[in-house]
């Protein structure tokens, strides 16, 4: 470290590679500790969260790997609370939470729960983690993805102080335990987003008592520098244009409209502008999401083109720009329901990517269904009579590239770190019995470069339950690029004693001990000609299983 003319500490350049490092060090910290800590296995086994660190002005400086689409949206949480309750009303152990669909996006089961960080009185910064709680009093248990207004999908929380100078606010704690199906689960996962908060809290505490406050804030000023010019260079190297890509959704739920996305990049100098004028308005059922999310899910597409390997910190996306209709399916207003908040995120990536194909070919990758193709399963567990919840996101195949075949059986664009279910888990924890889990044959578009492949996986239910499917993009599925030809979209099949059904959207539906439920997840769409495969690439498919 060194010092300027004006007497002031000033981070040299391995000091601030330092504190970059120690920054997303401590966030992965709080998110092992929040995972370890978590009482439901949607937190502890698919890893259904994210925590990031902020300095003292809400600016981001750290993040973990978990759901990408979550993190754009802990900055707007953190802004919140300090507009609400001001820093000068917080002191050491506080905690705050919200889950306010129009504030922070997503659906109201993510819960964003954060602290300030303070060393001698003084507030260096915050701490912030978002997690799925698996009940918050919902018209149905866990999530009613049939719901028509955010007042059916459970609590909907503004700004809250839950703990005070680090005792709980009895009153909040009850009625978050008092209007849950699940007391525990919603007490045992709060209590490791706390931890993960308080291991922020130590490690930053540490941290600044190395260093210094003028160090750290000449170290955070050159990282975010740094990230700024890197992205304008990235967008500088990229020829000057306007692209445009639409698609559709099947449907805003059963029985409903198709809801279109429409995605037009615009590329002049070093700045990006992205468009979804055009795009469907806010829908009469729950695929709707807050205009936080929107922003979120543009900045992960534009992340995943513009210098991908550098961290993303508050220096980021300040030469993107982007417009979104007022009262959109991507700008939603009270009371619009916001439960499935994401296909249209993941429909906009898709088309982000497919039409930047155009300016950057061997950046993108061709399309995937980007849907969550989300399973969940609700009941009384048989030996216990206490309520089960089982929901999963499940793997997709993603698009090929330039190169290479598409991934298969991975999560989607926004899922980042999430996971499917063991199966060792499931039929353990409720009454499920998992008959078949593979790769999905002939699912990935074919190309030169093949898409990746979908799964298949075929559920027995063991006692009577209610069955909830959420599996989209029949119509605009994993597009192929440059040549390659379209990936297989999803299927859901129903069979019980007496016949067997289609069931890619229903909500709550009985479904009686013995019933089986195959889920067939969409592939990746192929990039270039398919007749350009090679035959040692065709051979070594059909070897694997990958085609027949």
């Known amino acids: 470290m060194t010092k300027n003319k004006e007497n ?182 709060l209590q490791a987003q706390v931890a993960a908060c308080r291991t922020g809290e130590k490690e930053m505490q540490k941290l600044y008592k190395r260093f210094g406050m003028n160090i750290i804030d000449s170290a955070s000023t050159k990282i975010f520098e740094q990230s700024e010019e890197a992205e304008r260079a990235a967008i500088a190297a990229l020829p000057d244009g306007t692209w445009t890509a639409k698609g559709n959704l099947d449907s805003w739920g059963p029985g409903g409209d198709p809801v279109i996305v429409e995605t037009k990049v615009t590329i002049a100098g070093e700045e990006m502008h992205v468009s979804l004028e055009g795009s469907s308005p806010q829908t009469p059922g729950c695929l709707n999401c807050g205009l936080q999310q929107t922003i979120a899910g543009v900045r992960l597409a534009f992340k995943f083109v513009i210098d991908p390997q550098l961290p993303v910190t508050a220096g980021s996306f300040k030469n993107l720009h982007i417009s979104v209709p007022e009262r959109s399916v991507f700008d939603a207003r009270e009371p619009a329901a916001c439960q499935h908040y994401y296909p249209h995120i993941g429909l906009m990536i898709d088309l982000f990517l497919n039409a930047l194909s155009n300016a950057a070919p061997d950046s993108v990758i061709a399309g995937q269904c980007g849907d969550a193709m989300n399973i969940m399963f609700t009941g009384k567990h048989p030996t216990s009579n206490e309520l089960f919840v089982s929901g999963e996101a499940t793997g997709v195949g993603w698009g090929a590239f330039r190169g290479g075949d598409g991934s298969s059986a991975m999560v989607t664009y926004g899922g980042g770190d999430l996971k499917n279910f063991p199966v060792e888990v499931q039929e353990y924890r409720f009454p499920l019995r998992i008959h078949e889990y593979r790769l999905r044959p002939n699912s990935g578009g074919k190309g030169r470069w093949r898409g990746g492949l979908g799964l298949i996986r075929t559920y027995e239910v063991l006692s009577n339950a209610r069955l909830s499917t959420w599996f989209e993009r029949t119509q605009t599925p994993g597009r192929g690029l440059l040549g390659g030809k379209n990936g297989e979209p999803g299927d859901v099949t129903v069979t019980n004693k007496e016949n067997s059904w289609k069931a890619l959207k229903c909500a709550d539906v009985p479904v009686e001990a013995g019933t089986m439920i195959t889920i067939a997840t969409g592939g990746g769409g192929g990039f270039g000609p398919a007749e350009e495969r090679t035959t040692e690439a065709i051979e070594e498919d059909i070897l694997q299983g990958y085609t027949v």
């Open 8 to 189: 002031l500490d000033i981070a040299d350049p391995i000091t601030v590679e330092v504190i970059r490092n120690s920054f997303s060090s401590i966030a992965a910290q709080m998110n092992q500790n929040l995972a370890r800590s978590a009482y439901t296995p949607i937190i502890y086994e698919m890893k259904d969260c994210s925590v990031a660190i902020f300095d003292r002005h809400a600016q981001l400086v750290g993040q973990s790997s978990g759901l990408p689409v979550f993190l754009g949206t802990l900055g707007p949480a953190v802004e919140a609370v300090i507009d609400y309750f001001g820093t000068a009303d917080m002191q050491p152990g506080d905690i705050y939470l919200l889950n306010d669909s129009y504030i922070v996006g997503s659906h109201l089961n993510d819960v964003s729960v954060l602290s300030p960080i303070f060393l001698e009185k003084q507030i260096i910064g915050f701490g912030a983690s978002k997690a799925h709680w698996m009940d918050i009093g919902a018209k149905s248990p866990s999530s009613a993805t049939d719901s028509t207004e955010i007042y059916q999908e459970g609590y909907r929380l503004g700004p809250t102080r839950v703990f005070r100078a680090g005792e709980p606010v009895k009153n909040i704690i009850d009625f978050l335990t008092r209007n849950s199906r699940l007391p525990k689960a919603i007490w045992g996962d």
